[in-house]
């Protein structure tokens, strides 16, 4: 089982990004999959959770209106898209799955497969 996560980088205030995180080894469909972020000096935030049948979906408040979670089954990827970026969502995001619980909804009770994390700087 493995995570790749990708799409960060440099976004002035205002712009977007769309976070990539590529499975292996496991279907994606039949797990939850959660984004989580951890800027400087914090702790790791938990953004959004995806249930396999996207009936127990959410994402935290303080992006809702912004950022969206979403899978593609075909290229067993989940996305993170990120609009109107702000200097606060500055952080590492890290995609993670839990293998554990086929059907699983969100939140899960942990996550055992955690991506390398990428990272998004929104300066101008």
């Known amino acids: 089982v493995q995570l790749q996560a990708s799409g960060g980088g440099l976004v002035q205030p205002g712009g977007s990004l769309r976070l990539s995180c590529a499975a292996s080894?496991?279907?994606?469909?039949?797990?939850?999959i959660g984004w989580f972020r951890q800027a400087p000096g914090q702790e790791r935030e938990g953004v959004s959770c995806m249930s396999h049948n996207d009936d127990s979906n959410y994402i935290v408040d303080s992006v809702k209106g912004r950022f969206s979670i979403s899978r593609d089954s075909a290229k067993n990827t989940a996305y993170l898209q990120m609009n109107f970026l702000e200097p606060e969502d500055t952080a590492v995001y890290y995609c993670?799955?839990?293998?554990?619980?086929?059907?699983?909804?969100?939140?899960?009770?942990?996550?055992?497969?955690w991506g390398q994390g990428t990272l998004v700087t929104v300066s101008s």
């Open positions: 993670a799955t839990d293998t554990t619980t086929p059907g699983g909804s969100c939140p899960p009770m942990g996550y055992n497969y």
């Open positions: 080894g496991f279907n994606l469909d039949y797990y939850v």
